[in-house]
């Protein structure tokens, strides 16, 4: 097992929730980004997704578009890749949050590690 593995989130979800983060429902999705959005793995598990080409599922708090944009971002401009990163994470959180508001979803609640 890749050693980051150990801290993920997602490994303290059940099963059904687990299928979320390959879901193509936009609230099972949502669920599955809140759920990242908590994971302290969360670089760690973007990298490994990028550098293992995942087509399919979130992962590291990116979705499959997510995912190609921000590799499309920093194979144009390697120099900018931290920046673009960055970026990437933010719009993200910004995206859950405007649905969040938008629908009133429930974010996931977990016991305090
Ligand atoms: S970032 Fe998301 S998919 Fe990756 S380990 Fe954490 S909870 Fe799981």
């Not at 759920?35 to 399919?56: F, H």
């Not at 990116?62 to 401009?77: A, W």
């Not at 960055?86 to 977990?110: H, L, M, N, Q, Y």
Request: proline letters at 3%; a negative charge; one cysteine or more.
């Amino acid at each position: 097992m890749t050693e980051w593995r150990v801290s993920a989130r997602c490994l303290e979800v059940d099963d059904q929730v687990l299928n979320f983060f390959f879901s193509d429902n936009e609230t099972e999705e949502l669920t599955a980004l809140m759920i990242c959005e908590t994971c302290s793995v969360a670089d760690e598990c973007l990298q490994y997704a990028l550098g293992t080409r995942q087509t399919d599922g979130v992962w590291g708090m990116h979705n499959p578009q997510d995912r190609r944009n921000l590799k499309r971002q920093i194979s144009r401009r390697p120099q900018h890749a931290q920046r673009y990163w960055d970026a990437s994470f933010d719009k993200i959180r910004r995206r859950i949050a405007s649905t969040v508001d938008a629908e009133g979803a429930e974010r996931p609640v977990f016991a305090a590690i």
